[in-house]
Nanobody, 125 residues
């Protein structure tokens, strides 16, 4: 199985920044077409945040984070990143890394084969 380990979460004040990382095993960046970040806040459904095509670097992002979050990848290091700037209290959630799911809509959870255990992001006002 492909293993994903998220890191970089923490507690920050509104307006601050965090950089999340997702380390993947088995040369995932070379084997999988799409990688994405999802998040789940208390009492809400898990939702797509941003995604990137591994080979070409094309990116997608939810309207709620466009202009503030940037997704990127380092193929050589098998690592996915999420740079989070201008954080807001509504960004508070558990953030998950996912791999897989070619074609279709990037934010469809059913298209992802592997998931990490998540890293908590808490933004205070």
């Amino acid at each position: 199985q492909v293993q994903l380990v998220e890191s970089g979460g923490g507690s920050v004040q509104a307006g601050g920044s965090l950089r999340l990382s997702c380390a993947a095993s088995e040369y995932t960046y070379s084997s999988y077409y799409l990688m994405a970040w999802f998040r789940q806040a208390p009492g809400k459904e898990r939702e797509g945040v941003a995604a990137i095509y591994v080979g070409f670097g094309s990116t997608y992002a939810a309207d709620s984070v466009k202009g503030r979050f940037t997704v990127s990848r380092d193929i050589a290091k098998n690592t996915l990143y999420l740079q989070m700037n201008s954080l807001k209290p509504e960004d508070t959630a558990m953030y998950y890394c996912a791999v897989g799911g070619t074609g279709g809509t990037w934010y469809d959870r059913s298209k992802y084969t592997y998931w990490g255990q998540g890293t908590q992001v808490t933004v205070s006002s």
